[in-house]
């Protein structure tokens, strides 16, 4: 009997080991006290100096660690330790790649690692995303719309429809267009392709009115940028820069006189006179827009205008503020320091410091005008065939080469000239990788997480370069 009693006992002391091992008590999110499988579905997306991790639940999970590395195929640093299947990481340095790892957490333990995704820090600037120069493969393909088949209809990717697109931005989370003949802002999320109409009337319809969303009317909206709270666009025929809220698609008019087209004045807000604007874009303190042979700005702060670069008559004179003379000004856009400006007639691309307004010539021989050519080359020495938009990713320029159907590649410390996408004068709907591709008049570009999207006006659609 004895021998019994102490048996049990032994057996008793077995049993309470057994549940006191394993890291200590279970808790109410671990009822099997086991730890818990590696999260999966993890994925990163980019934004305005932020990266959003987001992944699938794990069973058995109370919380979940996130690691950061600087370097593919490290454990990295715990960064953050979430409740939630999700986390923004705003504390890393723009223009640099992150690599990001999750692990499950209960009171049993920490799982595995989940598997490696990467992304990486950009800044909202010029209606872009700059921060670091960008990788691309040169492949095209068609975002949104349909090649050839012009409407106004939103739906997910072919099944929507522009009618010459060609100003774009982003706000670091959306791209907008400005849709010229449905005199409207479109709206595409980009990871859905989802395009809907952001502000303008549904049918189509012209007109002047401030309002909010469908019932604000434009009249040719032609370039479009964004700080990231609003939007800003030129608008053509109505010779006005129109407000959009972000945060509440309300339209207002920034500058200038509804339908008063001439002549170009200087003022604030309504005082001012626009003649036919067209470039528009953003340092985040003042606007900046081509508008014929002047550049102007616009405080943002106040909504004064003033002329920036440029005497107001046609030539092509390099030299400060409005001792220098253009003709014909198309895109604009900055890296901050300087702005990069489109002259159409004389075929090639300006560079403005900011600070100074000292103008230079940087890339495309304005001395042969008139030319057909899109040749490769370095400053001078390239040339272009009626350049339209330009975007940047602060380290090189990217222009919509309306003329002869093709994206150029300009780098700004050496102003090299290079064709990364279409064939010079080469007309079509074809997607594919560099020279294999076609655009019909591209005449909108823009950066969004190291891509690049065109608006192919010809095409009637929204083109994506990778």
Same mark, same amino acid.
């Given at each position: 009997? =004895?021998?019994?009693?102490?048996?049990?006992?032994?057996?008793?002391?077995?049993?309470?080991?057994?549940?006191?091992?394993?890291?200590?008590?279970?808790?109410?999110?671990?009822?099997?006290? %086991?730890?818990?499988?590696?999260?999966?579905?993890?994925?990163?997306?980019?934004?305005?100096?932020?990266?959003?991790?987001?992944?699938?639940?794990?069973?058995?999970?109370?919380?979940?660690?996130?690691?950061?590395?600087?370097?593919?195929?490290?454990?990295?640093?715990?960064?953050?330790?979430?409740?939630?299947?999700?986390?923004?990481?705003?504390?890393? %340095?723009?223009?640099?790649?992150? /690599?990001?790892?999750?692990?499950?957490?209960?009171?049993?333990?920490?799982?595995?690692?989940? &598997?490696? !995704?990467?992304?990486?820090?950009?800044?909202?600037?010029?209606?872009?995303?700059?921060?670091?120069?960008?990788?691309?493969?040169?492949?095209?393909?068609?975002?949104?719309?349909?090649?050839?088949?012009?409407?106004?209809?939103?739906?997910?990717?072919?099944?929507?429809?522009?009618?010459?697109? #060609?100003?774009?931005?982003?706000?670091?989370?959306?791209?907008?267009?400005?849709?010229?003949?449905?005199?409207?802002?479109?709206?595409?999320?980009?990871?859905?392709?989802?395009?809907?109409?952001?502000?303008? %009337?549904?049918?189509?319809?012209?007109?002047?009115?401030?309002?909010?969303?469908?019932?604000?009317?434009?009249?040719?909206? /032609?370039?479009?940028?964004?700080?990231?709270?609003?939007? /800003?666009?030129?608008?053509?025929?109505?010779?006005?820069? +129109?407000?959009?809220?972000?945060?509440?698609?309300?339209?207002?008019?920034?500058?200038?006189?509804?339908?008063?087209?001439?002549?170009?004045?200087?003022?604030?807000?309504?005082?001012?006179?626009?003649?036919?604007? =067209?470039?528009?874009?953003?340092?985040?303190?003042?606007?900046?827009?081509?508008?014929?042979?002047?550049?102007?700005?616009?405080?943002?702060?106040?909504?004064?205008?003033?002329?920036?670069?440029?005497?107001?008559?046609?030539?092509?004179?390099?030299?400060?503020?409005?001792?220098?003379?253009?003709? #014909?000004?198309?895109?604009?856009?900055?890296?901050?320091?300087?702005?990069?400006?489109?002259?159409?007639?004389?075929?090639?691309?300006? =560079?403005?410091?900011?600070?100074?307004?000292?103008?230079?010539?940087?890339?495309? @021989?304005?001395?042969?005008?008139?030319?057909?050519?899109?040749?490769?080359?370095? &400053?001078?020495?390239?040339?272009?065939?009626?350049?339209?938009?330009?975007?940047?990713?602060?380290?090189?320029?990217?222009?919509?080469?309306?003329? @002869?159907?093709?994206?150029?590649?300009?780098?700004?410390?050496?102003?090299? !000239?290079?064709?990364?996408?279409?064939?010079?004068?080469?007309?079509?709907?074809?997607?594919? !990788?560099?020279?294999?591709?076609?655009?019909?008049?591209?005449?909108?570009?823009?950066?969004?997480?190291?891509?690049?999207?065109?608006?192919? +006006? &010809?095409?009637?659609?929204?083109?994506?370069?990778?």
């Amino acid at each position: 009997m =004895k021998r019994l009693v102490l048996i049990v006992a032994a057996l008793a002391g077995v049993l309470v080991l057994s549940a006191c091992s394993g890291g200590g008590s279970s808790s109410s999110g671990n009822s099997t006290g %086991s730890v818990p499988p590696a999260p999966t579905g993890v994925k990163a997306a980019c934004g305005n100096k932020k990266i959003t991790l987001s992944w699938t639940a794990t069973t058995g999970a109370d919380t979940y660690n996130v690691y950061r590395s600087a370097a593919s195929g490290s454990a990295g640093a715990l960064l953050a330790n979430s409740a939630a299947t999700s986390y923004v990481d705003s504390t890393g %340095s723009v223009g640099t790649t992150y /690599y990001y790892t999750v692990t499950a957490v209960n009171s049993s333990g920490e799982s595995p690692a989940s &598997g490696e !995704v990467s992304e990486t820090f950009y800044k909202l600037l010029a209606g872009a995303l700059q921060g670091t120069s960008l990788t691309l493969g040169n492949s095209v393909s068609t975002f949104a719309g349909s090649s050839g088949f012009s409407g106004l209809t939103d739906g997910i990717g072919s099944a929507a429809r522009f009618d010459l697109p #060609q100003g774009m931005a982003t706000d670091g989370t959306s791209l907008f267009v400005a849709d010229y003949l449905n005199n409207v802002i479109r709206k595409i999320d980009p990871a859905t392709q989802t395009v809907s109409i952001f502000a303008g %009337s549904a049918s189509g319809a012209s007109g002047y009115a401030d309002g909010v969303g469908k019932s604000a009317l434009f009249f040719r909206p /032609y370039d479009i940028t964004s700080d990231g709270t609003n939007l /800003y666009v030129t608008e053509f025929n109505g010779c006005m820069i +129109r407000k959009i809220d972000i945060a509440t698609a309300t339209v207002s008019t920034f500058a200038g006189q509804s339908g008063v087209c001439s002549p170009s004045t200087d003022g604030t807000g309504s005082a001012a006179i626009f003649a036919k604007p =067209k470039g528009i874009t953003t340092d985040g303190t003042s606007l900046f827009i081509t508008d014929g042979f002047r550049v102007r700005k616009v405080d943002i702060a106040t909504a004064a205008v003033s002329t920036f670069a440029g005497t107001g008559s046609a030539g092509h004179n390099d030299g400060t503020g409005t001792a220098a003379s253009f003709n #014909q000004l198309e895109g604009i856009t900055t890296d901050g320091s300087s702005l990069y400006v489109v002259d159409w007639y004389y075929y090639d691309i300006r =560079k403005i410091d900011i600070a100074t307004a000292a103008v230079t010539s940087l890339a495309g @021989n304005y001395t042969v005008v008139n030319s057909t050519t899109s040749n490769d080359g370095t &400053g001078m020495g390239a040339t272009f065939n009626k350049p339209a938009a330009i975007t940047t990713d602060g380290t090189n320029l990217y222009v919509a080469e309306y003329g @002869n159907n093709v994206i150029r590649k300009v780098v700004i410390a050496s102003a090299a !000239v290079t064709t990364i996408a279409g064939s010079a004068g080469q007309t079509g709907t074809n997607d594919g !990788v560099g020279a294999a591709a076609r655009f019909s008049s591209p005449q909108g570009i823009t950066t969004y997480c190291g891509r690049l999207f065109v608006g192919d +006006r &010809g095409n009637s659609s929204i083109r994506m370069i990778h």
